[in-house]
């Protein structure tokens, strides 16, 4: 194979699948009992890191990575065949290898050089757990030289017989490595013959791969000074070992490498199985290859690739609406083929809507499984006994959700480990266990999806919550009830914090989590019980894509409410109407007073119905507050698809985003929290008299 193949062009796929492998390493090192050690899972943690280390080893431009990979997959074989005993100082070691790992991988990726005394500093603790041991610390590997950079096969061996197999000499081979090369030389084609002596082992393989092809496989195993490949023939008297199914991928590459080599195109190059050992999963790298009967299940596609899916059905559902809205006034007795295809066309565009939809749907075991190793750390470093509990992780979410919503559930777990949970002392001086319990949970609710995170600490102290909104200046005083108290936390600034800590307390958290998830379009609820534990609960829509709505007229525009925040909708009459201090009016409804916002005040829409008693009033729900929104007409419940106004305009207040009608207008959506916190502004004032 030339030279000139581009192994950077898989770099990406080497660096998601590293990712995947340290988050389970990362999981697994957690989940270690330090007396009795799981096999299965060392076994685990030692393929994840021999994967890592063949996949740096064969580009051969991330010799940081490959060393320390290097060490610490010494270390974890000895550990997984009896030689070391595994300490607990031992696991500390590991998981800041494993953050050590991510850091470089995080720096190759941005195509940079990783820390070089960081990478000293944690080579020198790896090769002091080696020296403890009693053995001498093995040198670091030097990274294979990258396949594309692989000289041009000298004469003799170009001009080799073609017809013979191939001889694969390895020296210092271990018996653990010496069965997965010839699994894997199974996978390249059939093993002729083979010959295990003096440390060595030598393979005869009849393939349609290149030598090129076969080092770079092999190079996931061990190191490229070891491997020896040419042409020769297979001893007459050898075994010939059982054909191993070939890998899918491998065969396809090969054959195309195969049919370019017989005709190929002018400046091209051969790229042949070498491109599907780089680009395979690294995992393979210590396991036989798929059978050629079972098909992938998966594939990896770029988000920005499905991001363009999704803005096409939108578009598409779009302009399905516009067909229809046009075709509703056609007559259908004249019209019938049209209209029921109309219908069937509304069903499928709604479907693929939701197929499409689904794609971006992740597990929130993707943010779930971020919190062991954070609890265990926090956990020592302030002295208390915690266990973490999480249920739900399958449960799904949008991916541009899922990612956003991680910083305020991290920043709910440490106020959870720092206020929430006491220390054992404490616990058992109260009656507790003295380890304390955090939950994390997930569970679809309607259209929704609801986040809770539970302890069972000492919950929260009204008395200084007091205090400090009293000494802040907030409106409160002794009747105030304890879930209003309670949601003075995320007030800017609050904190009851006596000192500030690397933790929590810094008073700058509980209302930017609030804030943040508000601006997903959720709404964050917390109820405590003293003594027994606090629970913040999190509601979000499952997507940000598209909405349930209603759509309203004000004047001659045409705005749409968020149908989850639409409670009911009535016609006020003069007797439920009530001013208060200034123009200000609220509406009673059961007995219950609620703030009465005029939409076309909000908004300044001309021409629009100033008469409450001849408009319509819709109760809307923003968080646990409720307010009266008058409109002039309810035009009807559908589903739109959501366009970011910022993007395209500019940030309006009180809009949270926009959709294209089907008439081709453009649709404002209500930011009901917006409306929500200008009220309270205005209601946070001197308490007025009702009139």
Not at 205 to 226: L, N, P, R
Request: net charge negative; glycine share 6%.
């Amino acid at each position: 194979m030339s030279g000139g193949l581009d192994l950077s062009q898989f770099y990406e796929t080497f660096f998601d699948e590293a990712d995947e492998l340290l988050a389970e390493m990362e999981q697994l090192l957690l989940q270690l009992d330090v007396e009795a050690p799981d096999i299965e899972h060392l076994n685990a943690i030692f393929r994840a890191a021999h994967s890592i280390k063949g996949g740096a080893a064969t580009f051969g431009c991330f010799q940081h990575l490959a060393g320390t990979t290097h060490l610490l997959e010494n270390l974890l074989d000895e550990i997984r065949r009896g030689e070391m005993a595994l300490r607990a100082d031992m696991v500390d070691i590991f998981l800041e290898t494993k953050d050590v790992l991510k850091s470089q991988l995080d720096t190759y990726r941005a195509a940079q050089e990783p820390d070089e005394a960081v990478y000293e500093r944690i080579c020198a603790a790896l090769r002091q757990l080696a020296q403890e041991h009693g053995a001498t610390p093995p040198p670091l590997e030097q990274p294979a030289a990258p396949v594309a950079a692989a000289p041009v096969a000298p004469a003799p061996v170009a001009a080799a017989d073609s017809s013979l197999p191939y001889r694969v000499r390895i020296t210092r081979v271990a018996d653990k490595d010496a069965q997965s090369l010839l699994d894997e030389m199974g996978n390249l084609g059939t093993v002729l013959a083979r010959d295990r002596s003096e440390g060595g082992l030598t393979v005869w393989v009849d393939s349609t791969c290149s030598a090129d092809d076969i080092e770079a496989v092999c190079c996931f195993i061990v190191d490229a000074d070891q491997l020896d490949v040419q042409r020769a023939a297979a001893p007459d008297a050898a075994p010939r070992a059982p054909v191993a199914a070939v890998d899918q991928f491998a065969q396809a590459a090969a054959e195309f490498a195969a049919q370019v080599a017989a005709d190929p195109p002018a400046g091209q190059v051969a790229q042949s199985a070498a491109t599907a050992a780089v680009t395979a999963k690294p995992a393979r790298a210590a396991a036989a290859a798929a059978p050629a009967d079972k098909e992938s299940t998966s594939i990896r596609v770029g988000v920005e690739k499905v991001d363009q899916v999704i803005n096409l059905v939108g578009e598409l559902v779009i302009t399905q609406a516009m067909l229809a809205q046009t075709a509703a006034g056609l007559d259908p007795v004249l019209h019938d083929r049209l209209l029921n295809g109309m219908e069937q066309l509304e069903r499928n565009a709604r479907d693929l809507q939701e197929a499409v939809m689904s794609i971006r749907m992740m597990p929130m075991d993707y943010v779930f499984s971020r919190f062991p190793r954070l609890v265990r750390d926090i956990a020592v470093k302030m002295g208390k006994q915690i266990e973490l509990q999480t249920y739900g992780r399958a449960t799904e979410l949008d991916k541009s959700l899922i990612e956003r919503i991680i910083d305020p559930l991290t920043h709910l777990v440490r106020n959870s480990l720092d206020h929430g949970i006491e220390t054992p002392e404490r616990r058992i001086a109260e009656g507790k266990d003295p380890v304390g319990q955090l939950i994390l949970s997930a569970e679809h609710n309607g259209g929704n999806i609801v986040i809770e995170v539970s302890d069972d600490g000492g919950g929260l102290n009204r008395e200084k919550i007091m205090k400090k909104a009293l000494a802040q200046g907030l409106p409160v005083n002794e009747n105030t009830s304890d879930e209003e108290v309670w949601q003075l936390i995320f007030a800017p600034g609050f904190s009851t914090a006596e000192q500030v800590t690397d933790i929590s307390g810094r008073g700058v958290g509980m209302d930017v989590v609030r804030r943040n998830i508000q601006d997903m379009g959720g709404h964050v609820q917390l109820s405590c019980v003293p003594g027994e534990g606090t629970t913040t609960r999190i509601v979000l829509p499952l997507t940000l894509a598209i909405l349930d709505g209603m759509s309203v007229r004000v004047g001659a525009e045409t705005f749409i409410l968020p149908l989850n925040h639409v409670t009911e909708s009535l016609q006020p009459s003069e007797d439920q109407m009530y001013s208060v201090a200034g123009d200000e009016r609220v509406m009673q409804v059961r007995g219950e007073y609620l703030p009465l916002v005029e939409l076309h005040r909000v908004f300044g829409v001309a021409g629009a119905q100033a008469d409450p008693t001849q408009a319509i009033a819709v109760i809307m729900q923003a968080q646990d507050r409720r307010f009266a929104l008058l409109v002039d007409h309810l035009v009807g419940q559908h589903q739109v698809v959501v366009k970011n106004l910022e993007s395209n305009y500019r940030k309006v207040p009180g809009v949270s985003a926009a959709t294209i009608l089907g008439d081709g207008s453009v649709a404002l959506i209500v930011d009901v929290f917006a409306l929500a916190r200008a009220n309270r502004e205005k209601w946070a004032q001197p308490e007025a008299t009702l009139n």
